[in-house]
């Protein structure tokens, strides 16, 4: 980059340009790149949605007329994608009929550019794009997030759920849910106080976030309650992925701002299924175990189901 990105640019900010044009790509590929952005190129609508399903794109600017998959259709599925307005959508195109400029904005295009594109105009557009997706994924964050702890909150982790479950169906895959539940927590806020109980729900989610495998979600349910759901192709290695974070949650160490400190475990219940078994149905099962795992002693992992799983140390299966 030849240039210094300009105050208020991100450096990590993407934009995906599309157009069938090689010389218009690279054209705005130069352009935006000398003034920060990192940028990710297609050459129709449908090698685009491939690209968009798959990277971070802050920005997106597409040609309307594309073999292929047109500007409209590729917005129309951006926008089926991106319930949180997470993608700002520049069309650009040489046609003036209004008719069609309407059409692009009911597709979901937030802005619309004549060609020949005026580069610092466009630049400006990706400017005052990127304000609006960050602003967007700043609120989705604070909407969907657990303000203590930082995971998935209960609204937005049970919606995740149910996507997981759909999909898992559709696609004839297993799915698998872990409830954790830290152990005598009441005894740790009496004991310690509720800021230090505070500190040991954040120990514990950002120690559960560090294990927790591609694909899978992490939520709090509510109090010292949270819960992961997991792909389960291999259900012994998702027990082995569950264990890790009990075993690692015993080696926590919550330090007071007097000094001291305090260690803690958790209970683990797990239920892996695959078939016509509904979100309430898993949910209820992995419950059942996280209720045998307290009653059995805590610090203990209780499986419902997964046949041929071996009993390890601390392992049960119900």
């Known amino acids: 980059m030849s240039e210094k990105a300009p105050s208020g640019t991100s450096q990590e900010a993407s934009v995906l340009v599309v157009d069938d044009s090689q010389t218009v790509r690279e054209l705005i590929r130069d352009h935006l790149e000398r003034h920060g952005y990192r940028i990710l190129l297609a050459h129709d609508g449908a090698e685009a949605l491939a690209i968009y399903r798959t990277e971070d794109v802050h920005v997106l600017i597409t040609d309307l007329e594309m073999p292929r998959m047109d500007g409209l259709e590729l917005c129309w599925s951006v926008r089926a994608d991106d319930d949180q307005h997470r993608t700002f959508c520049i069309l650009m195109t040489s046609d003036a009929d209004i008719q069609r400029r309407i059409e692009a904005f009911d597709a979901g295009a937030d802005e619309f550019l004549t060609k020949p594109i005026d580069l610092p105009m466009l630049r400006a557009r990706v400017r005052a794009g990127e304000r609006i997706t960050r602003t967007h994924r700043a609120m989705a964050e604070m909407l969907c997030t657990d303000y203590l702890t930082g995971v998935l909150n209960r609204r937005h982790f049970m919606e995740r759920l149910e996507q997981m479950h759909h999909r898992a169906g559709r696609q004839d895959e297993p799915l698998a849910i872990a409830m954790f539940d830290i152990d ?21 989610a950002a120690n559960a976030r560090d294990h927790l495998p591609p694909g899978g979600i992490l939520g709090r349910l509510g109090g010292e309650e949270f819960c992961m759901a997991l792909p389960a192709a291999d259900l012994e290695r998702v027990i082995a992925r569950v264990e890790e974070v009990r075993r690692s949650t015993a080696g926590l160490l919550a330090e007071r701002p007097d000094g001291h400190s305090f260690s803690f475990t958790v209970s683990v219940g797990v239920c892996a299924a695959q078939g016509a078994e509904s979100v309430a149905d898993l949910l209820a099962k992995a419950d059942e175990s996280l209720y045998f795992a307290k009653r059995s002693g805590r610090n203990r992992t209780v499986v419902c189901g997964g046949d041929g799983v071996v009993i390890k140390a601390r392992f049960y299966v119900m």
């Not at 509720?194 to 500190?199: F, I, R, T, Y």
Request: charged share 20%.
């Open 184 to 204: 005598h927590f009441k005894a740790i806020n009496d004991t310690h106080g509720h800021s230090n109980g505070d500190l040991a729900l954040k120990l514990f």
